[in-house]
Nanobody
Framework: QVQLAESGGGLVQAGGSLRLSCTAS????????MGWFRQAPGKEREFVGA????????LYADSVKGRFTISRDNTKYTVYLQMNTLKPEETALYYC????????????????WGQGTQVTVSS
């Protein structure tokens, strides 16, 4: 089993920045891709970004390209999501995910999910 713990959420003004962190524990040696999804109230879960184990392959949703950057530190079993120029419509619960395979934008591809961290962007 793999456990994921997110941190770094909070309240930020529109145009501001936040950095989310997610640390994995348990059978971390089996993890390949890690990433992030988000879900706003009343909306479906949405892919944000994902990164391969080596960091050499990343995948982003079109809506965040150029503003969000995903990275990871395998020595700390941690993945980061740097979010810049945040918009009010990006207010959501942000979930960290992990899987054995390569980066994917499909929720059902991910076996492991964190509890989520709330990001609120005020206008």
């Amino acid at each position: 089993q793999v456990q994921l713990a997110e941190s770094g959420g909070g309240l930020v003004q529109a145009g501001g920045s936040l950095r989310l962190s997610c640390t994995a524990s348990g059978r971390t040696f089996s993890i390949n891709a890690m990433g992030w999804f988000r879900q706003a109230p009343g909306k479906e879960r949405e892919f944000v970004g994902a990164i391969s184990r080596s960091g050499g392959s990343t995948l982003y949703a079109d809506s965040v390209k150029g503003r969000f950057t995903i990275s990871r530190d395998n020595t700390k079993y941690t993945v980061y999501l740097q979010m810049n120029t945040l918009k009010p419509e990006e207010t959501a619960l942000y979930y960290c995910v992990a899987r054995y395979g390569t980066p994917s934008s499909i929720p059902r591809d991910y076996a492991y999910w964190g509890q989520g961290t709330q990001v609120t962007v005020s206008s």
